[in-house]
């Protein structure tokens, strides 16, 4: 009813085309419906599967075979392991010990096989090792040459007045002490008898120093260094030291008048001299000029009250707190445990103070200067 109603309505001109185009559109369905074999291929997507096996396979197999050549040269080093001890034939060596047969006829005789060869290898260097005797003979003639060195120890006979003690009176400290002769003779007493006694010593001597409390020779004898020995007078009586090196002037006086020195003031100069020797702490001796730097230098003018000591160095600078803990250190190490703080004298940072130890006292003062530098001051008398 539909296409009757359609083909009604349609223009009288169209009505006889309306078949053919039926049969076209027909004609041009069965077309496409005889192309669609291309499709068929979409079947072959699922082919990819048995790749993804085949790839897993690939990597199982190559291993498998890289073991079974490895094994392959594992033997062929043990072969050629085994013509090693053919290259290293004893039979050379065995040109060398018919020496050592010479020397030990029995031992060859039960020699079977290579081996005793290696025994005869040690054999030569235990007949190597009696060389090493003749170095053995040498030191012999050094217990020989030690009697000499006695010898040439010159000073070991140098005389002393028969009534001389050891010790030096509290004049000096240490081990300088004990090798130091004291005697109740008077120096002019002391230099006659030296005067006497070292020709007949065969040593000679010419003076150094010549003052009426303490002089000064220097001592020579053949074979030997000089020495250098030291008169000094002390309440009537005379202290003997026998020094490799002149005893600087400046410490002479100090000896000389050190009759009032209580054993206090000894300790506590010695461990000033044991700091300002001390190679980590590198102080230096105080220069004229230093005194230009101070924040109060008119503090310090009068140098018959303040005795300059030392000072840090530009390379290890030290602030007077630290240079004053280096100090005190010491001082409480050996026994001064007095120490105690006085105020600043000489400016607000310059350190102060008072070091008591019996009847001794000093003064420390840690002076800083505008180059950066700390310089350590003595007096015995208090500043305020």
């Known amino acids: 009813m539909n296409q009757s109603y359609f083909l009604k309505n349609l223009p009288a001109p169209l009505q006889p085309w309306v078949r053919p185009m039926l049969l076209i559109s027909i004609a041009l369905h069965g077309l496409l419906l005889a192309i669609p074999m291309p499709p068929k291929p979409k079947p072959e997507a699922p ?11 690939i990597p199982i197999t190559p291993p498998a075979p890289k ?14 392991q085994s013509p090693r001890p053919k290259p290293t034939p004893i ?26 060869t290696p025994q005869q290898t040690p054999s030569p260097t235990a007949q190597q090792t009696p060389p090493p005797p003749t170095p053995e003979q040498t030191p012999s003639p050094v217990p020989e040459q030690s009697p000499n060195s006695e010898v040439q120890n010159p000073f070991a006979d140098f005389p002393f007045p028969n009534n001389a003690e050891i010790g030096s009176l509290g004049l000096l400290s240490g081990e300088t002490d004990k090798s130091a002769r ?7 007493q002391v230099v006659s008898f030296y005067n006497s006694q070292l020709p007949l010593k ?36 005379t202290v003997i030291v026998l020094a490799s090196q002149p005893i600087p002037k400046e410490d002479l006086k100090s000896l000389k008048d050190a009759e009032a020195r209580s054993p ?74 007095q120490i105690s703080q006085e105020g600043n004298y000489g400016g607000t940072n310059v350190l102060t ?3 008591t130890q019996g009847s001794f006292s000093r003064y420390l003062y840690f002076v ?17």
């Open 202 to 237: 065969k040593f000679t001597s010419s003076s150094v120093t010549d003052e009426p409390e303490l002089k000064v020779y220097q001592v020579n004898k053949e074979g030997g260094d000089s020495q250098f020995l030291h008169l000094i007078s002390k309440q009537g009586k």
């Open 353 to 355: 103070y008072k070091v």
């Open 91 to 116: 039979r050379r060596p065995s040109t060398i010990p018919p020496i050592t047969q010479a020397r030990t006829i029995p031992r060859p005789q039960p020699q079977p096989s290579p081996q005793q």
């Open 182 to 188: 004291n005697t109740a003779d008077g120096i002019d």
């Open 67 to 80: 073991p079974s050549v490895r094994p392959s040269p594992r033997p062929t080093p043990l072969v050629r």
């Open 368 to 384: 800083p200067t505008s180059d950066n530098r700390t310089v350590i001051i003595l007096s015995k008398d208090s500043p305020f």
């Open 47 to 57: 082919k990819k599967e048995p790749e993804k096996v085949k790839i897993t396979q």
């Open 264 to 337: 206090e003031e000894i300790a506590f100069y010695d461990i000033i001299k044991q700091l300002e020797n001390n190679e980590d702490l590198a102080l230096a001796a105080v220069e004229p000029g230093d005194i230009t730097k101070f924040p109060e230098p008119d503090k310090f003018n009068d140098t018959s009250k303040f005795e300059f000591r030392s000072k840090t160095v530009s390379f290890k600078p030290m602030s007077p707190q630290e240079l004053f803990a280096e100090v005190e250190a010491s001082l409480t190490g050996n026994g001064f445990t």
